[in-house]
């Protein structure tokens, strides 16, 4: 079963000390314009357009849709849903996840973020720290999609004790990804709100 369609990832993912995996936020040095914007100032702000809140729902959407994903699994995993009921609700859901994330994150890479980086020479470290994060997840999606794989093939024809053990194997990669994705759409919004805030769509060029 194709899950999705992807390629390689090539870029290094450790910057400064910055890895997606181990940091707890954006440094001190890219929190100017945040602290100038505080998230509760977002919502109401004059500057927050409409390409800025179609972004923040689609960053909506990968957290809902992720937080699904990961308690089907914990159903089936606890026995409240049946693996052929189970594996026709999540395969489609699992496929859609990873391609549109994948194509937001291309999308970004291409054209968001050179225009935020030359917008603000001073935020140009965090948009190769959310890039490198890019890479870091596109791995994540590829494990992701092998271990889905298997899960799913072993669903079909396997004995309990296998398909307990790929379930396992899936939900810990499943998790992995969630969390790495949670801390890298949290510090994406961070670095990218209050720089839009600040000099607003029309003046970046992404009106």
Sequence with gaps: MCLWLGKPARMNNRIDGLGLEIRHGLPEDLRFLLEKYPREQWKTHENLGDMAQFWLQRHDMFRELSGMLQNSVLDYREGRLAPDAFQTWFAPRLRFF????????????????????????????????????????????????????????VLQKADSDAKRFAGDAYADENARLIAMLGRHLHDEEDLIIPLILDRGEGGLGVS
Excluded: K, W
């Design 98 to 153: 990873l391609q549109q994330l994948h194509g937001h994150h291309q999308i970004e890479d291409m054209h968001y973020f050179p225009v935020f980086a030359a917008a603000e020479a001073r935020l140009a470290r965090g948009f190769e720290l959310l890039d490198s994060d890019h890479h870091v997840i596109h791995d994540a999606l590829e494990r992701n999609a092998e271990a889905a794989r298997e899960f799913l093939t």
